[in-house]
């Protein structure tokens, strides 16, 4: 997108927010190419003597103009982070929540920087055949930590909605996601509308226990050096079925690092719980009809004051039926 934030107000509203750092300053503004539902900003800042000064690289999240395309609010993902922070769940140390426009214009949250690489490039180089066993070994086993947290001890339940049944950890994603569909939708899909019918008269009704659900899982959305050292993309977080990340990582192509067999294998060791298959291929369609919602709705991004990312016109044209295709081939439509 050509959305673009100042370094002047964002380096006056850090002043104002550490002052005990004299001489404040943002050194670089950059943002990161990746990420789709909303924009990731690294700013780098130092203060004190010229000579020899500090430095810190602080990570700013904030909305496109036009939203995010996620059917969750920015704050959402800002409570989920200060929650795990100081878990066994390793994520970036959320600093602030700043709603006040008069900075950049609309609502945004600082956080720390976590050092190491994002990007799977050398994940996936050759000779790298162990680190990738090994980081994709310790992201399932974070999943499971992620899966037997003490949620309630932690303050999730002060802003996430909690199943009251075992149906209701589907029911209450999938109506969430069917009302963005009706929010964003600007040309019939009644195949879509197929999905959710589908989703809606077969959610499980049995869970091995209602747990915090990453949502997102998959390579990119972690950040590792030699061993993973944070977890990242929290807006799909909620309260629900585990089974929906099994499914989400076999989704999302987590077998180029570790093998189904053995992802089950790791997770019933680490968690303690019991792979539900029926439930891991229920959520595989619910992700199929998930993604079909966010990239159709990136459509409208397209308007005449607008100048989207050409990444947007690939996802709602291509990905968008390609996910369309797949949830109706699973359910045997």
């Given amino acids: 997108m050509s959305e673009e934030i100042e370094v002047e107000p964002l380096e006056e509203h850090l002043r104002e927010r550490l002052p005990d750092r004299e001489g404040l300053r943002v050194t670089k503004l950059r943002r990161t190419p990746g990420g789709m539902s ?12 010229t000579n020899e000064p500090q430095k810190q690289r602080l990570t700013v999240r904030i909305d496109h103009d036009t939203g995010s395309v996620i ?18 769940v390793p994520v970036a140390e959320t600093l602030w929540f700043e709603d006040d426009p008069r900075w950049l214009g609309k609502p945004f949250y600082v956080r720390d920087c976590v050092a190491g690489d994002a990007a799977p490039k050398r994940l996936f180089a ?37 199943p009251e049944t075992p149906r209701d950890a589907a029911l209450l994603e999938l109506e969430r996601w069917r009302k963005m569909w009706a929010d964003t939708t600007v040309e019939p899909k ?20 209602t747990s915090v659900v990453w949502g997102d899982v998959g390579v990119g959305n972690f950040i590792y050096k030699d061993d993973v050292v944070a977890l990242t993309d929290w807006e799909q977080a909620h309260l629900g079925d585990p089974m929906k990340d099994v499914a989400a990582a076999l989704w999302r192509g987590i077998e180029s690092l570790i093998s189904r067999e053995e992802l089950y294998e790791v997770y019933e060791a680490r968690s303690g719980l019991k792979i539900v298959q029926e439930n ?6 619910f992700i199929d009809a998930q993604y079909t919602t966010t990239s159709s709705s990136v459509f409208t991004y397209f308007t005449p004051e607008s100048v989207p990312d050409v990444t947007f016109a690939r996802l709602g044209l291509g990905i968008s039926y390609r996910c369309l295709d797949l949830g109706l081939r699973a359910i045997g439509t």
């Fill in 126 to 162: 050759e000779g790298n055949e162990e680190l990738r066993a090994r980081i994709g070994r310790q992201l399932i086993e974070l999943m499971a930590d992620l899966h037997t947290l003490d949620w309630q001890a932690r303050g999730f339940a002060d802003f996430m909605q909690v």
């Fill in 190 to 209: 009644p195949a879509l509308a197929e999905l959710y019918a589908w989703l809606g008269r077969n959610a499980p009704t049995s869970i091995p226990r």
């Fill in 280 to 285: 891991v291929d229920y959520y595989d369609v």
């Fill in 71 to 88: 059917a969750t609010p920015l704050v959402h993902e800002y409570r989920v982070m200060k929650a795990l922070h100081g878990s066994a």
């Fill in 38 to 49: 909303r924009q990731t900003w690294f700013a780098d800042v130092e203060w004190g003597s």
